[in-house]
């Protein structure tokens, strides 16, 4: 069985680049564009991971992240997020909520490939 990926990301390129690279790696991926009904979407599905966008509409996505650590089944889930919003106090902000991984876009695929193996074990 493969592992899935929740792709939480509204810029339509982003998102599509991310979801081919992914899925040559032969992964499951899932995609969301909006902050709102996030947390309920990643609860119905159950991903293995979650990348996710910091500035969201409806809901940005450290509230997400702050809503899935409050959640017992959800407070390990490896959550990698990434922005254009790469200051030390956006950095700081995201691993003080639980943040597994931090990066910045624009990103290198070997680095974001490399970066969703290491979270989810492969």
Do not use: W, Y
């Not at 500035?55 to 940005?60: I, T």
Request: glycine share 6%; aromatic share 4%; hydrophobic share 45%.
């Amino acid at each position: 069985m493969s592992k899935s990926v929740l792709i939480v990301e509204d810029e339509p390129f982003i998102l599509e680049a991310l979801s081919f690279l992914l899925k040559r790696e032969g992964l499951n991926v899932v995609a969301f564009t909006d902050g709102d009904g996030c947390v309920e979407h990643i609860q119905s599905i159950k991903p293995d991971l979650v990348i996710l966008d910091m500035m969201l509409p409806n809901r940005s996505g450290m509230q997400i992240l702050e809503d899935l650590r409050a959640i017992d089944n959800f407070s390990n889930l490896p959550v990698l997020m990434l922005t254009a919003k790469g200051q030390k106090k956006d950095r700081a902000a995201a691993e003080q909520a639980g943040v597994s991984l931090f990066m910045t876009k624009p990103f290198a695929n070997k680095e974001i490939i490399r970066n969703v193996h290491r979270l989810l074990g492969i």
